[in-house]
């Protein structure tokens, strides 16, 4: 398999704002600095102490639950943190919570172990599991660390509450002990009513791969014929397979898996029988009478005592391919599968019986699900079509020895929702954008009896909610919450361990092998990942008394109509935790707390937004427009320097401001009317967009102004502000709320933005648009002509741009708004049409060497082939910031006035922000359009060719092309990519209305 000012009072941890802790006795230079983070907070050794610290650890828990925190450790000269100790946390005469139920561990920026020998990635041999990063990851399992002067190093504090705890508020210390003082960190634990369920007692099944053995297809032996099994014992922790000290270490990564709420596993059945002599090819002839099972009983044995219930049985394909070719599905399989397959049919059912007989006499089927996997990710027809028929076998063996082998497999795209194949499946398991396309075929499924899981792999990148260290931490918590909303009852991930495979992102490990405590190191992805399973049980326990109010809590955190807009605010997420801690045990909690953070299309009441470009914002010198594609109206303004300003006056009692965080942005003073300034952190070592970095409330209802300051040579990235309403005052909003329309290429309408350029589809006269309002006492014009709101009413198109201009009016009858439509039409890529396939030469900054310069080289993007591409060289944009170029020559000049890029998977690779730079000499430059821009709504390659386009102004005798890139989507895959420049010479006209609106 593939592989974003919180309520104090409710808040999971509450933070309290005091002085950072500097003992008396060391309040000289040479002082360190504590202070309390949210566990979900990135915290980087270059973190300062915020203007106002948070100085002691309060929790709020459910029974049987672990809560964290960060305590951050700041010297001016070299320190050694000798260790963190605990006393016992107590609450009046109530057994006390008992210092052993806090641990702490270090977060590490790297991790020194290494990708051993192995025949997945023979090249990434040696390669560290975690090179050196901004980004911490690993939890370090040592119990002391030295703190490197000027630097900043996160102590990550767990607490367990122990079944059976009274509810109550228990406090405690932790006492760090340095090098340079003693400092003791008080600790608060407000206990709830309520219990969270081991695992083996969960409605959800949380299923990762475990490396153990070996791993996929390593070591099967068929016929005498085997490959070497790469077993992670033997080549991370040099124990011998299947040895006593091996079979340790399989009882604590057991131990590991539990702790942090995993409940299935799988097993490589077939390497345990061949070490005790048994092939699965001696099951094609008959059941052998001597077959051994003595490691695979251990090992079973070692998780079912950790409390793991649900075992999944290795792939089956693996001995499918050593079945006779003509039992191999061919395209005849397409009109009706084979009613029997003799080979085949014989290993299936003497492999599952002997395994069951095996299970039903060691008491294996009483209180253990066992699952069998057939095929991972079947995609083509020839897979789904021997996935079905192996289905439908077991079910017939199921049938006939009075079996349960579930049948189950990671579907990317939903190819098993087949007819033929869907009586067969037990358990469904989709990618989760997979899910989300073809969620009321999954949920019909779910409805008729059968389990549906979800799985997430290095497909679904960023903003689907996944455990990447390349997105922010808390999103591998939210995935639980989103899950427990939609009903799914399980998760996949295909890697616990897969140290093989060496770093990807995260995707193929979430724990780092610790050799010299014959354990693994945790990590701040799986620490989110255990509260997230904790929080599903949270809401699936209130959804039981309160459904209304569990979807309420979720909704609040991630968008209903899309899982990949949420919250990006860990103190928020902690006060929706302590929230539904109290509300599952039954607690009154009042209304839900409102978002600091709100993501895109989030309601927030009585107020009102406004975007980086509005005229009343007032820029210094030196701010510039940038388009992003994920920012609100899909643009920023960016601020280089030090003492570049920004100001808006603004009616109302309050006002946020929300930046786009990255690796360039740095840190910006914010101030009202003059007052105080808030010093904002905008640095991050990952995305994040629309952040609400800002708030000011409680102002007295009238005029303000708020004024932004960069405070270093780095970027500021302001995206808007959200003005909070006074009561009784009215804002008019002349926006569309949506506007539908036919017969264009793919359309995404966004209310605030005013300029659209669309193709029109080809063969089609007409575009019909319908328009509705957000004031639904406003008023619509089209070309003049009125349109009743919500009423449609279709523009006549002829070749070229058909110009069409939206008027609003908002019922106060004078705020307006205008939307302006360029409808392209006979943009067809002919190499008489598509003057960009007449240059005489083509090059690109980012072009790849060598080989890869043939294949995707900057000439495939002017081949007029949609199945070729230019895709810039990976990696290149790291070293080499934007902006990069891509430049055209021809040898006569040339005249165009429209520019169409066509690229598949535009949110993933495609350009999105672009000067257009023309010369008739091909030495002197004039910008035709600065910042043009190109929106994309596919997030994944998934076949589907997206075609972007941009109205220039009428371009005469141009000898020399240069696009300008100044931005593009590339952070997934390391590149972006145009499969097709494409440039049109075409007449503007006026469209007209085509009678009267329907």
């Known amino acids: 398999m593939r592989r974003r000012t919180i309520p104090l009072l409710c808040a999971t941890l509450l933070l309290a704002p005091f002085t950072p802790f500097v003992p008396a006795a060391m309040a000289g230079a040479k002082a360190a600095q504590l202070w309390v983070e949210s566990p979900q907070k990135t915290v980087y050794r270059t973190t300062t102490v915020p203007q106002i610290p948070s100085t002691s650890i309060n929790l709020v828990a459910a029974r049987g639950e672990y ?98 705890t009274a ?131 251990r090992y079973v044995e070692t998780f079912k005592r950790r409390g793991i219930t649900n075992f999944a049985n290795q792939h089956l394909v693996h001995a499918l391919n050593k079945m006779p070719d003509n039992e191999k599905p061919d395209d005849s399989w397409n009109t009706k599968l084979p009613d029997s397959l003799p080979v085949t049919d014989a290993f299936l059912t003497n492999y599952l019986t002997a395994l069951y007989k095996h299970l039903k006499s060691k008491g294996y089927t009483n209180g253990l699900t066992w699952y069998q996997h057939i095929s991972d990710e079947p995609i083509t027809a020839n897979q789904r079509n021997l996935w079905t028929y192996v289905a439908r076998k077991i079910k017939q063996i199921n049938a006939d020895i009075g079996a349960d082998f579930r049948t189950m497999d990671a579907d990317p795209d939903g190819i098993l929702l087949d007819d033929r194949t869907k009586p067969y499946v037990d358990t469904w398991v989709p990618l989760t954008p997979a899910f989300e396309r073809k969620k009321a075929g999954y949920k019909a499924q779910q409805a008729a009896g059968q389990d549906l899981w979800v799985y997430t792999c290095e497909v679904n990148t960023p903003p689907w909610l996944n455990r990447f260290w390349t997105q922010p931490t808390m999103t591998g918590r939210m995935l639980f919450w989103d899950l427990e909303r939609e009903g799914v009852q399980g998760h996949l991930h295909w890697a616990w361990n897969a140290w093989y495979v060496g770093p990807w992102k995260g995707d193929s490990y979430i724990v780092y092998p610790d050799k010299a405590n014959l354990t693994v190191k945790s990590s701040v992805r799986l620490e989110a990942q255990r509260d997230g399973l904790e929080d599903y049980e949270l809401l699936y326990i209130l959804k039981k008394r309160d459904p209304a109010l569990a979807q309420r809590i979720v909704d609040s955190a991630i968008s209903p109509e899309d899982p990949r807009r949420y919250t990006l605010d860990p103190a928020y997420l902690d006060a929706l935790h302590g929230y539904l801690v109290r509300a599952a045990a039954g607690e009154p909690v009042g209304a839900v707390p409102q978002p600091t953070s709100p993501y895109e ?182 070309d003049g002509s009125p349109v009743a709101n919500g009423a449609s009413v279709d523009v006549n198109v002829a070749n ?12 106060d009858g004078k705020t307006a708004k205008t939307y302006a439509l360029t409808l392209v039409k006979g943009a067809v890529n002919t190499a008489e049409a598509n003057i960009a396939r007449s240059y005489s030469a083509v090059s690109a900054s980012a072009a790849r060497d060598g080989d890869g310069g043939v294949q995707y080289g900057p000439q495939k993007m002017v081949d007029g082939e949609y199945g070729t591409m230019f895709a810039a060289k990976q990696g290149y944009t790291d070293a080499n910031p934007f902006p990069h170029e891509i430049v055209l020559d021809w040898k006569e000049p040339k005249a165009f006035n429209t520019l169409v890029v066509a690229t598949r998977g535009g949110i993933p690779q495609g350009l999105t922000d672009v000067d257009v730079e023309v010369s008739a000499n091909g030495t002197d430059w004039t910008t035709a359009v600065r910042g043009a821009a190109f929106r994309w709504t596919h997030d994944d390659d998934d076949g589907v060719m997206e075609y972007s386009a941009a109205d220039l102004p009428d371009l005469q005798g141009v000898r020399k092309l240069r696009l300008k890139i100044n931005d593009a989507n590339y952070t997934r895959w390391s590149m972006y990519a145009v499969y097709e420049l494409e440039l049109y010479n075409l007449p503007a006209i006026r469209s007209a209305t085509n009678g009267q609106p329907r």
């Open 67 to 164: 809560e964290s925190a960060q305590i951050a450790v700041r010297a001016k000269e070299r320190l050694r943190i000798e260790r963190v100790r605990f006393g016992n946390l107590t609450a009046g005469g109530k057994r006390p919570i008992a210092g052993a139920n806090l641990s702490y561990h270090f977060v590490a920026y790297k991790d020194d172990s290494k990708v051993a020998a192995n025949p997945f990635f023979p090249d990434r041999e040696g390669n560290l599991l975690y090179p050196e990063s901004a980004m911490p990851d690993p939890l370090s399992n040592d119990q002391a660390t030295w703190v490197e002067a000027g630097q900043t190093q996160p102590v990550f504090v767990t607490g367990f509450v122990p079944r059976g």
């Open 167 to 297: 509810p109550g508020t228990y406090r405690g210390t932790a006492t760090v002990e340095t090098t340079r003082g003693t400092y003791p960190v008080p600790i608060q634990v407000n206990v709830s009513n309520v219990e969270v369920p081991t695992i083996d007692k969960s409605p959800f099944t949380n299923y990762h791969w475990t490396m153990t053995n070996g791993f996929t297809w390593d070591g099967l032996s068929w016929n005498g014929a085997a490959s070497q099994a790469y077993d992670v014992g033997k080549y991370y922790y040099g124990v011998e397979t299947y040895s006593d000290a091996w079979f340790r270490l399989m009882d604590e990564f057991a131990r590991k898996l539990a702790e942090y709420r995993t409940n299935m596993v799988w097993l490589r059945t077939d390497l345990f029988l061949q070490s005790t002599g048994t092939e699965l090819s001696d099951l094609v002839k008959g059941i052998p009478g001597d077959i051994d099972w003595t490691n695979f009983d």
């Open 601 to 782: 299309g989030q309601d927030v009441p009585n107020t009102f937004l406004v975007d980086n470009t509005d005229s009343g914002i007032g820029y210094s010198a030196g701010w510039a427009p940038r388009q992003r594609q994920s920012a609100y109206l899909g643009s920023v303004h960016i601020g280089k320097s030090a003492g570049d300003k920004a100001t808006y006056e603004f009616e109302g009692t309050g006002i946020d401001a929300f930046f786009e965080k990255n690796t360039t942005t740095g840190k910006v003073s914010v101030s009202v009317d003059g007052g105080p300034a808030t010093v904002l952190d905008l640095y991050e070592a990952v995305q994040y967009d629309r952040f609400t970095a800002y708030q000011k409330t409680g102002l007295r209802p009238g005029k303000h102004q708020i004024q932004l300051t960069n405070l270093e040579n780095r970027e500021v990235r302001l995206d808007g502000f959200r003005v909070r309403l006074a009561p009784g005052q009215q804002h008019f909003d002349a926006t569309l709320k949506d506007l539908k329309l036919t017969n264009v290429s793919e359309f995404s309408f966004e209310g605030y933005r005013g300029d659209y350029t669309l193709l029109v589809n080809e063969g089609k006269s007409t575009v019909g648009l319908t328009p509705t309002l957000t004031d639904a006492g406003g008023t619509i014009t089209v």
């Open 800 to 811: 070229g741009k058909n110009k069409v201009e939206i008027r609003t009016l908002a019922s």
